[in-house]
């Protein structure tokens, strides 16, 4: 009896591995939208119930048909790639579902995997309609477990499996003396045996945790365990998913008898089977364990860990967007501007590395024939546009090309280094300026008693910067104090050797209406801030309301002393309150 067993698994085994080579062979003619009987332009709720549907039909264990056998597999290729939408992507574009990494908003990599391990005691018969998964637990008193990979890391085809998995169900080990890699496999009650040593995965105690995961960040994928528990399957899957997400996660083991007092603190303890968390931010800036709770399948756990990356870059309206300098955070800020409809994976990534150094924003744009892509000197994307501490932008990238995940963010990684020394080093440079000359670098406030000295007649030109809030007047401080410092502001009246040919003041708007009608006659009470452009002696003025930024606010002082803006008579002599 149980060499006919022995037969009929081998004969079946053998069938199966020959009808995957032939799908495998002819995928690229097969259209994989008539496998699943639905349209090229079908959501993937369309796809997911065509393949319930399909497989509820074919799967070996409810239809005998022999044909049935190859359609079942043929049915789960296409849902694999039809249901990961990197791989339909590629398969619409190429007939394969292989395809160059992207700067992508989705998946990361090009390893889907898709591995399923499960256990049954005597007499159990489980059936499952996902994708890929193919359990049958075997008669009264022994119990087998198989399992289809598609698409998996490891294997010797683009089904995730070789003969080497097929040849070590039958003899016990790997066929040759090899290691066991995950696929088609099995084993039988006590002979049941670890895919993976945890040894390949860092393990983890009380001080690296501390010191390497709490707060830093970073999405880890953490494996608890004990010695005595049972890990068939879980490194090999939790492997598959960090080769995946190389340089987006890192991995480690807890072992929960060796570290029984971090284990506790962190609420498991008392194991009686291993469990997954992944160190999380996707609840708020601060770090948590949120449990992975589906079943083992490499594709959901991958799933579950991209949902669980850093969300820190704030996702923002291009056309609506004006960066606002924080002279108390005093922290830089990098935009990414990309096609994608979601905030790139890397993205997240860098956005939780660069945590409380940088700002991180993204945007959705189309072409940089847009305006406001143009307005930033953007001539290619994707692209990253910087803003220093003191407002200055710079743009750090445009054309960006992604080879890899992991390269990727690494050279983006000596990107942003570099920006942030450039800007700690133009703050160090401008906090030994002030302290040197601290008295001459103050905007002072346009009040009666220094009108004279700042915007009397003896002044050529008298640069106002009006406010009406308390943030607004701190903006309008900063832009205008770093304009002042500048070569430029006074280069025209230089021969004079007055330091005052062009003088600086604010003006509280909300409290100098009757100053401003002298400009407009109503007090342009519709502006939150603007810049008066003042000239005393000739009764002139120019108002500049755009984009208040240094590099506007610089080309619109240059223009004025160029003669380069136009000018407007006063109404009357402004008078100061």
């Known amino acids: 009896m149980q060499s006919s067993k022995m037969k009929v698994r081998f004969a079946l085994s053998i069938f199966l591995f020959s009808t995957l080579l032939i799908l495998n062979a002819k995928a690229k003619t097969v259209d994989l939208y008539k496998v699943l009987g639905v349209e090229r332009n079908a959501s993937q709720r369309e796809i997911q119930k065509a393949f319930h549907k399909l497989s509820l039909q074919y799967h070996p264990d409810k239809n005998k048909n022999k044909a049935a056998q190859e359609k079942f597999?043929?049915?789960?290729?296409?849902?694999?790639?039809?249901?990961?939408?990197e791989k339909r992507k590629n398969y619409d574009l190429y007939g394969d579902e292989k395809g160059s990494p992207g700067f992508d908003a989705g998946h990361p990599g090009n390893q889907g995997g898709y591995t399923y391990f499960t256990s049954g005691g005597p007499g159990q018969s489980q059936f499952t309609s996902r994708p890929g998964e193919w359990q049958n637990m075997g008669g009264q008193g022994s119990s087998r477990s198989f399992s289809f990979s598609f698409g998996g890391t490891g294997g010797s085809s683009s089904f995730g499996f070789?003969?080497?998995?097929?040849?070590?169900?039958?003899?016990?080990?790997?066929?040759?003396?090899?290691?066991?890699?995950?696929?088609?496999?099995?084993?039988?009650?006590?002979?049941?045996?670890?895919?993976?040593s945890s040894g390949n995965i860092r393990a983890i105690n009380l001080q690296v945790f501390k010191k390497e995961i709490?707060?830093?960040?970073?999405?880890?994928?953490?494996?608890?365990?004990?010695?005595?528990?049972?890990r068939d399957g879980y490194e090999s899957v939790i492997e598959e998913v960090a080769n995946s997400m190389e340089g987006a996660l890192k991995v480690g083991s807890i072992n929960c008898e060796t570290e029984a007092s971090l284990c506790k603190e962190l609420g498991v303890h008392r194991l009686r089977s291993p469990r997954i968390f992944a160190y999380s931010y996707k609840a708020g800036d601060k770090g948590s364990l949120v449990e992975y709770n589906e079943h083992l399948v490499a594709k959901n756990l991958k799933s579950f860990c991209r949902d669980h990356l850093p969300r820190f870059s704030k996702r923002i309206n291009l056309n609506r967007f004006e960066f606002t300098f924080d002279a108390k955070a005093r922290l830089p800020s990098v935009l990414l501007l990309s096609t994608k409809k979601e905030t790139p994976i890397i993205w997240r990534v860098l956005s939780g590395m660069y945590h409380e150094r940088l700002n991180f924003y993204d945007t959705e744009v189309h072409d940089v024939s847009d305006p406001a892509v143009k307005k930033l000197g953007v001539d290619a994307l994707p692209a990253i546009v910087g803003w220093l501490s003191n407002g200055e932008k710079d743009v750090l990238k445009t054309g960006m090309s992604v080879k890899d995940q992991k390269s990727s963010i690494h050279e983006l990684s000596k990107l942003l280094d570099g920006f942030e020394k450039k800007n700690k080093k133009a703050a160090s440079a401008r906090a030994s300026k002030s302290h040197s000359d601290s008295a001459e670098e103050q905007i002072p406030l346009l009040t009666r008693s220094n009108f004279d000295a700042i915007c009397g007649e003896a002044i050529p030109v008298c640069i106002i910067g009006a406010f009406r809030s308390s943030n607004a007047r701190g903006k309008l401080e900063s832009i205008v104090l770093d304009v002042s410092q500048k070569s430029l502001s006074r280069h025209q009246y230089s021969a004079s050797g007055s330091r005052n040919s062009i003088t600086y003041a604010l003006?509280?708007?909300?409290?100098?209406?009757s100053f401003l009608s002298a400009f407009d006659k109503s007090g342009?009470?519709?502006?939150?801030?603007?810049?008066?452009?003042?000239?005393?002696?000739?009764?002139?003025f120019a108002v500049f309301a755009g984009e208040m930024t240094p590099e506007e606010v610089e080309r619109f002082i240059g223009s004025v002393l160029n003669g380069d803006v136009q000018f407007s008579k006063t109404r009357h002599k402004p008078l100061i309150k």
Do not use: C, H
């Open 73 to 85: 597999a043929e049915i789960n290729n296409a849902y694999d790639i039809l249901s990961d939408e």
């Open 162 to 196: 070789g003969l080497d998995d097929i040849f070590s169900d039958f003899f016990g080990s790997s066929f040759g003396g090899g290691r066991q890699f995950g696929g088609f496999s099995g084993s039988t009650g006590s002979q049941s045996q670890s895919r993976s």
């Open 214 to 230: 709490v707060e830093k960040g970073m999405t880890w994928l953490l494996f608890f365990y004990s010695p005595s528990s049972n």
């Open 507 to 513: 003006l509280d708007a909300a409290k100098q209406s």
């Open 524 to 540: 342009f009470k519709s502006l939150g801030k603007f810049l008066v452009a003042y000239k005393p002696k000739r009764g002139k």
